[in-house]
Structure formats: structure tokens, C-alpha cells
């Protein structure tokens, strides 16, 4: 049997070292390339290249072959604290929309057949996420356009290159569009860090009895997706006859405060919150799976709680082990 290869960009981050994980597991050949190794586990890529996928002639020099998958999630990215404060818009527009034109384009000129990008969520227009228990998520509320972040506008713009080569040079490109994944080695501290590692370090180095601090009044909703059903949405749609953008997120909307009460109850902790100014974005956001549902046949399914369990777990060992004395 002929073995097959995989490329995954990004696979220092976090949901790329789990698509390594998961393609090694299927008996891939994996090259795995990123700025740096995975913070929080040895990578089980069989090849690991470490360089800058802004740079031309290093894509060229790592896509050396015909891969049978390509899976494109490198980005200049963070959670609410990196995107909304407007202090890193340049970099964040610069730094993912050079890798995009760069790694599509050596792809394309090795005959690779397609990529899978990693869209976002945060490519929604503001408009249609203004009410927190009424967003409007679908494929097809996308425009007129009018993303919150600069980091949502470049992701609309690369969509729409990956869709322009599957026209123009007849590549099968896939697009999904992510919606707050989160997971055990994440990053969960540093101010890269998004909601639900953020919310588990604060429970973690809570005391119970006292409060955690939130950004804003907390009656901001939004849903989570665990990583194990993110790379079963990926894979799917990698090897499907659907191109997308679909969204591969979960439908289990809640509050902010939701998700402190639920990780406060697995922490088995009584705390206060305490509301404070911070970086926010929409007021709603929520998955709409009916496309991936009629184009995939599947949809995400496990309960946030579930997802919820096993990441406080990690985060808590982190938070331990963080503040044993050094020596
Ligand atoms: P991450 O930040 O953990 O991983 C991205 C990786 O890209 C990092 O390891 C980083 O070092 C690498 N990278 C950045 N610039 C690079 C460069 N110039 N050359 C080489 N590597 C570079 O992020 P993640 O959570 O694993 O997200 C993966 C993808 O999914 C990203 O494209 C992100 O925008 C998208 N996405 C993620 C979420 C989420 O909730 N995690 C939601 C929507 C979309």
C-alpha cells in the first residue's frame, strides 16, 4: 500500500498538532511546518520544518512534492485581547494574507490537487451578530461585507483567493470557516488565549469563595467547539466533493457567565464575577449548521460540558505545575 503525505501549516500551533496527531493515526506521512515546535507536546510529525511561510522561497523549498492533503492553518493570530485591541492589525493583515498568496501559490505550481484553509468565524458582518441571543451565522449572511476585525476582513479576502484558484487553475480548494475551537494544549496563558482556556486558568487559580474577572457584562454569547470535532469537521470536508465556506462550529450558544458558571461546577468552586472593561467583539455569535449538515452528512454533536471537562483538566495541571517553586 502506498503510503500517503500530508502537509499541515501551522503544525506548531494548536490545532495543527492535533491534525498531526490525527493524520499519524490514519498512517499519513506528515511534514509539519510552523515558526516554531508545539509549545506543550513533542510533535509526531515524521518531518518537522521550521521556517517562515512568509517567505517565498521557503514555501517553494517545503512544498517539494505532490501532497495528497495540504491543510493551511498558519496565521498571525490570538483570541479577543490579540484581534480586537487594533494594535496589531498590520502584522495580523500582513503576516496571514503573505502566507496564504505564498503557501496556495507553491502549491498550485506543484500540482497539488487542493488545500484545506481555515477560515473564521470573524469574517461575519457585525451587523447580523448585534443581538446575543439572535446572531445570524449562515454561509450565506456573509455580505455585503463588514467583518468587526481586521483579522476577519483578511480571512474573507483568502477565502476568496482559495475559491479564485479553484476556478481559475481548477484546484479543489476547501474552505471552513472555524468557530472558537478549544482544547487541551491551547494556549492558555500570555494574552493569546481565547475564552474557554482563559475562563479555566482564572477558575483554576481561583480560591472558592472569591470572584473571577470577566470582559464585559458577561451577556455576550457565543459557542465552543472541541478540537477532536473541529479535525473530524476538517477531514470530512478535505475529502468531500464540497468546496464551502461552511462553518464548522458548534450550535450549543451560551453566555460568557454561562461558561464560568460551568467551569466553576466542574472545578467544583463557588466564585463571584467580577465584570470589567475588555476587548469584546460581537455581542452574539453562534454556529448555523444546517449547510455542513446537507453538504457532509454530519455535524458536530458533544456537549460543551464534555469538551469543557477534559480542558479544565489540562489547564489546571498547567496552573500546578506553573507555580511549583523552581529547583
Ligand atoms: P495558533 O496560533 O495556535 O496556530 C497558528 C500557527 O501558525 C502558530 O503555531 C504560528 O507559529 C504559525 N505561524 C504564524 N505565522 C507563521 C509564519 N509566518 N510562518 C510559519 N508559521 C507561522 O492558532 P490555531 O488556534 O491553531 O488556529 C489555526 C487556524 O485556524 C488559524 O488560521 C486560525 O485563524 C484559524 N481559526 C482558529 C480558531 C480557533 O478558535 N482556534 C477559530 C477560527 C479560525
Not at 210 to 237: A, N
Request: hydrophobic share 35%; aromatic share 10%; with cysteine.
Amino acid at each position: 500500500m502506498v503510503t500517503k503525505s500530508a502537509l499541515v501549516c501551522g503544525a506548531g500551533g494548536f490545532i495543527g498538532s492535533h491534525l498531526v496527531k490525527r493524520l499519524k493515526r490514519e498512517g499519513f506521512w506528515v511534514r509539519g511546518v510552523d515558526l516554531k515546535y508545539p509549545l506543550f507536546a513533542e510533535t509526531e510529525a515524521d518531518d518537522f520544518a521550521i521556517g517562515d511561510l512568509r517567505d517565498q522561497s521557503f514555501c517553494r523549498q517545503i512544498i517539494d512534492r505532490r501532497f495528497d492533503e495540504v491543510y493551511q492553518l498558519a496565521a498571525d493570530m490570538g483570541g479577543a485581547g490579540y484581534i480586537f485591541t487594533g494594535e496589531h492589525d498590520a502584522d495580523v493583515m500582513h503576516n496571514s494574507a503573505t502566507i496564504n498568496l505564498n503557501v496556495l501559490d507553491a502549491c498550485q505550481k506543484r500540482n497539488v490537487a487542493g488545500l484545506f484553509y481555515s477560515s473564521s468565524a470573524c469574517m461575519y458582518p457585525e451587523y447580523n451578530q448585534k443581538d446575543p441571543d439572535n446572531p445570524n451565522c449562515a454561509e450565506d449572511s456573509a455580505y455585503p461585507a463588514a467583518p468587526d476585525s481586521e483579522y476577519g476582513w483578511e480571512k474573507l479576502f483568502s477565502e476568496r483567493l482559495y475559491l479564485a484558484y479553484n476556478r481559475n487553475y481548477a484546484m479543489r480548494n476547501r474552505v471552513a470557516r472555524y468557530h472558537n475551537i478549544f482544547g487541551p494544549e491551547g494556549t492558555w496563558t500570555g494574552g493569546k488565549e481565547k475564552a474557554p482556556a482563559a475562563v479555566c486558568r482564572k477558575v483554576a487559580q481561583a480560591v472558592s469563595g472569591s470572584e473571577v474577572e470577566i470582559w464585559g457584562d458577561g451577556t455576550q454569547t457565543r459557542s465552543f467547539l472541541y478540537i477532536d470535532e473541529c479535525l473530524e469537521g476538517t477531514i470530512r470536508l478535505t475529502r468531500s466533493d464540497f468546496q464551502g465556506p461552511v462553518n464548522v462550529g458548534s450550535d450549543e450558544m451560551v453566555t460568557i457567565n454561562q461558561l464560568v458558571d460551568i467551569v466553576a461546577d466542574i472545578a467544583g468552586k463557588k466564585l463571584a464575577k467580577k465584570h470589567i472593561p475588555g476587548p469584546l467583539g460581537v455581542r452574539g455569535r453562534n454556529s448555523d449548521n444546517r449547510l455542513i449538515q446537507s453538504k457532509l452528512g454530519w455535524r458536530p454533536s458533544a456537549s460543551l460540558r464534555a469538551g469543557l471537562e477534559k480542558t479544565y483538566d489540562w489547564v489546571e495541571r498547567q496552573v500546578r505545575n506553573n507555580q511549583r517553586p523552581a529547583g
